[in-house]
């Protein structure tokens, strides 16, 4: 146990302090160590090229309405991350980042959810590319996280390491606390509105034996 306690973020407890990481706490499931095997390597680029293609074959197949509407949700989600990150930006978050070499990041294979990868889809854009090779987390490159802000994982966003915080004002931690707030709201109104397991780990899901038939959109 270290001396790190939780985030703002921390109410629901995404993420465990007591690792000093970012690393989820998945409610039900056993959290695999990440593989570096070649079979390891193989079976995470199976699993995430099937959700992937599930995503966007049920983003498709969407009446235009609905479609409209989740990439109109899914545009603010996206602002709302990107002020978050600017806050954190302003206490050279990204300067703290990139000297600590992404030790909170050792997990963030599974932090990607169908939610956050939708935006990919809503914004017409060619979606990540995960490199599970890499033995940390596979979207973690030299020049730090390969993932743009506004469609970096929920998880990633909300956490706010103590090196950070403690160069944020009352005021900008009182924002942050708001902003977070907003995000958190919104993103459960879409999982109702469009798919309970939109929040939940893309790979975890997939890992999943029983998840025959089960659709991320409604
Ligand atoms: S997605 Fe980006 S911020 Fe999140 S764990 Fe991976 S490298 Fe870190």
């Known amino acids: 146990m270290n001396d790190r306690h939780p985030a703002p973020g921390n109410r629901r407890r995404e993420q465990n302090p007591a690792y000093g990481l970012l690393q989820p706490i998945f409610f039900g499931y056993t959290v695999n160590a990440p593989l570096t095997t070649a079979q390891g390597i193989e079976r995470d680029t199976g699993l995430w090229d099937r959700g992937m293609a599930l995503l966007e074959r049920e983003f498709s197949l969407l009446p235009m309405e609905r479609r409209d509407e989740l990439a109109a949700l899914l545009a ?14 302003a206490a050279e978050g990204s300067t703290i980042c990139a000297a600590c070499g992404g030790a909170c990041c050792r997990v963030g294979r599974y932090h990607p959810t169908p939610l956050d990868l939708l935006a990919f889809h809503a914004a017409k854009e060619i979606p990540v590319v995960p490199d599970f090779a890499s033995g940390v987390c596979p979207f973690l490159g030299p020049a730090g996280c390969g993932i743009a802000p506004s469609k970096r994982p929920f998880t990633c966003v ?28 919104l993103r459960e109104q879409t999982a109702t509105r469009f798919g309970r397991l939109l929040t939940r780990s893309l790979l975890l899901e997939m890992e999943r034996s029983d998840r025959v038939g089960d659709r991320f959109l409604h």
């Open 158 to 185: 909300i956490f706010i390491c103590d090196l950070i915080e403690e160069r944020l004002s009352g005021d900008e931690v009182t924002r942050l606390h708001q902003v977070e707030e907003e995000l958190r709201l």
């Open 76 to 89: 603010e989600v996206g602002r709302l991350k990107e002020e978050l990150l600017s806050l954190s930006d």
